[in-house]
């Protein structure tokens, strides 16, 4: 169409392959936090009302202050509002790292490899209740056992993709605000008037200096 605009039909089409894609979401962030305790409470909150929820939490001390790692499952579509709301919540943002994975293409082979797994093991079932013979049996048994074995693993990383994908992981590495410790100053010796002999004085000795003159 001339003036460079889309048919809404040409638009549809576009939206509906963009919303098919499968995108798996990662990201990481580590936060510098004036209380480790409140922003654990506060990335909780953030997690919830985005819909998301708490894969884990992992809190230990150190020297007396608490550092802790939280891991959080949201929405895809609410990714990048999270990390804002997160960078809000630190002193200061230390490190901060996503990246996305697009496994549509991989979701796709899967779904071929099953049809293809399935329409193999559809004749070995027939097979199979009309073997008569303990060794037909067998061996058409353990062919199945093979493929059905196969099938159960393309369904399971099916499975995973499907549920994976709705959902973003982000893991937030909380640090608290250390004070900087105050470094400690060596006395500086107060300079006095009276110079430091550099060398020992000579006592004198009359006799010597007599025969010493009486040489010259």
Not at 24 to 39: C, F, I, N, P, Y
Not at 94 to 99: A, I, K, R
Not at 104 to 119: G, H, I, P, T
Not at 132 to 154: F, P
Request: charged share 25%.
């Amino acid at each position: 169409e001339e003036g460079g605009s889309s048919s809404p039909l040409s638009a549809a089409y576009v939206s509906a392959v963009q919303t098919e894609r499968m995108i798996v979401k990662e990201g990481e962030m580590t936060l510098l936090v004036e209380s480790t305790d409140r922003a654990i409470d506060d990335v909780t909150r953030i997690a919830m009302t985005s819909g998301g929820y708490i894969l884990g939490t992992d809190a230990v001390l150190k020297e007396g202050y608490r550092y802790a790692t939280i891991k959080l499952g949201v929405p895809v579509e609410q990714f990048e509002a999270v990390q804002q709301q997160l960078r809000a919540l630190a002193m200061m943002v230390l490190s901060e790292t996503s990246h996305g994975t697009d496994v549509s293409d991989e979701y796709v082979d899967l779904q071929s490899r099953l049809v293809n797994l399935d329409a193999t093991a559809a004749p070995l079932r027939t097979f199979l209740d009309r073997a008569t013979t303990i060794s037909e049996t067998l061996r058409v048994n353990e062919e199945l056992a093979l493929i059905e074995a196969d099938i159960e693993k393309v369904k399971g990383r099916m499975n995973y993709l499907r549920e994976r994908s709705p959902y973003s992981t982000l893991t937030v590495r909380l640090e608290p605000l250390r004070p900087t410790a105050t470094p400690t100053l060596t006395p500086t010796v107060t300079p006095t008037d009276t110079p430091t002999p550099t060398t020992t004085p000579v006592a004198w000795r009359p006799i010597r200096t007599a025969r010493a003159a009486g040489r010259t």
